[in-house]
């Protein structure tokens, strides 16, 4: 499996918009429909990648944990679909549903978005203050898929609970590591 880290762009930069389909309910949103009242948190994944498949029942308990707290969340996959027919939109939905995924989980056929994030592997957590800045860009935990590291989420809950509680973060973010996005 090929390790691809993100692309560290600036902090402060503003969250690009959206408007793309969501696979579990076919409605369409955009940055604004999925923002929370502390932040927003976007996150770049898709259903095949070992290195998402490792962290999801993470993502989904900090999913949970914070949505109640003012999180915004949505998921985005912008794989190309004809050499990865594993992330087409349908098994997206199917994906969604047997892994309990209960936020709007978007399909990126252009590509478009995934471009103006700047998103470069999947999972790519990208997390915005309330003013659409970015605040966070950088990996869940130092667990990766065999390497023995248990799943904590600790680095991106840290960030979550710095943004939340007005406190300070270490500008110094350790990159996401995982699958490249399959580009067409």
Not at 115 to 126: G, M, N, R, S, V
Request: with cysteine.
């Amino acid at each position: 499996m090929a390790r691809t880290p993100s692309n560290m762009i600036p902090l402060g930069t503003i969250a690009p918009d959206f408007h793309l389909k969501d696979t579990n309910s076919n409605n369409e949103y955009s940055f604004e429909d999925v923002q929370g009242s502390k932040g927003t948190l976007v996150i770049f994944m898709c259903n095949h990648c070992p290195f998402v498949l490792h962290v999801l029942k993470e993502i989904i308990m900090i999913t949970n944990d914070y949505r109640i707290q003012g999180l915004g969340l949505v998921a985005i996959s912008s794989n190309d679909i004809e050499k990865y027919p594993e992330d087409s939109p349908e098994l997206m939905t199917e994906f969604a549903f047997e892994n309990k995924i209960d936020f709007p989980y978007l399909f990126d056929e252009t590509q478009e978005v995934a471009k103006a994030y700047e998103a470069a592997c999947t999972p790519d957590f990208f997390l915005y203050d309330n003013q659409d800045r970015l605040f966070y860009h950088g990996q869940l935990d130092d667990s990766r898929p065999s390497n023995g590291i248990p799943l904590s989420g600790s680095d991106l809950r840290s960030a979550i609970d710095a943004l939340i509680y007005n406190r300070s973060l270490n500008e110094q973010q350790k990159p996401s590591v995982g699958c490249s996005i399959k580009w067409k």
